[in-house]
T-cell receptor, first 111, second 118 residues
Framework: AQSVTQPDIHITVSEGASLELRCNYS??????LFWYVQSPGQGLQLLLK??????LVQGIKGFEAEFKRSQSSFNLRKPSVHWSDAAEYFC?????????FGQGTRLTINP | GAVVSQHPSWVICKSGTSVKIECRSL??????MFWYRQFPKQSLMLMAT?????????EQGVEKDKFLINHASLTLSTLTVTSAHPEDSSFYIC??????????????FGDGTRLSIL
């Protein structure tokens, strides 16, 4: 079965603090994985993607993610968050025919 | 980079009206596009896969006569919500990928359409 789990529905961090958003997946083959960000009332913007190769992937806006096959995880990280990072974040798996979405994690930034 | 344009961004209409939403790939050809529905504070739910030149493939539970999809060209797919009712109010998002550059291309999403039925 194909699935993506984001354990944290809502996370609040202070501006300037580090961030890690968790993502676990279930897939029978090597997965294609993505992180997307959605601001309120907007579509989804691609932050980064993993297809193969280096397991540490760099994305836009200072984000990175690490693919760990042994843990079936693809956690998103940022060393220092900015107020503009407040948004909804989706971990997404490219399944055989379609995308499989995590439930999303809403990130709130405290000033 | 690949861009997907969705129009309109917001529509408010009376119950019983049919509403058409357009999804365009601006700088690439998309043989397949996807239509999603998103309820407040929830993830995206795939409604259907739009295939250029053939019938759309609908997900289980999605009424194909209610949500008409047409993919008449390689750059345009339309979703028509027929005889819309308040329960159809939602945020609709389309996506497409530039498979012409390889099978590993990510999906690019439109900015979504907020549909409000009065």
């Amino acid at each position: 079965a194909q699935s993506v789990t984001q354990p944290d529905i809502h996370i609040t961090v202070s501006e300037g603090a580090s961030l890690e958003l968790r993502c676990n997946y279930s897939y029978g083959a090597t997965p294609y994985l993505f992180w997307y960000v959605q601001s309120p009332g907007q579509g989804l913007q691609l932050l980064l993607k993993y297809f193969s190769g280096d397991t540490l992937v760099q994305g836009i806006k200072g984000f990175e993610a690490e693919f760990k096959r042994s843990q079936s995880s693809f956690n998103l990280r940022k060393p220092s968050v900015h107020w503009s990072d407040a948004a909804e974040y989706f971990c997404v798996l490219q399944g055989a025919q379609k995308l499989v979405f995590g439930q999303g994690t809403r990130l709130t930034i405290n000033p | 980079g690949a861009v997907v344009s969705q129009h309109p961004s917001w529509v408010i209409c009376k119950s019983g009206t049919s509403v058409k939403i357009e999804c365009r790939s601006l700088d690439f050809q998309a043989t397949t596009m996807f239509w999603y529905r998103q309820f407040p504070k929830q993830s995206l739910m795939l409604m259907a896969t739009s295939n250029e030149g053939s019938k759309a493939t609908y997900e289980q539970g999605v009424e194909k006569d209610k949500f008409l999809i047409n993919h008449a060209s390689l750059t345009l797919s339309t979703l028509t919500v027929t005889s819309a009712h308040p329960e159809d109010s939602s945020f609709y998002i389309c996506s497409a990928s530039n498979r012409g550059q390889g099978a590993d291309q990510p999906q690019h999403f439109g900015d979504g359409t907020r549909l409000s039925i009065l």
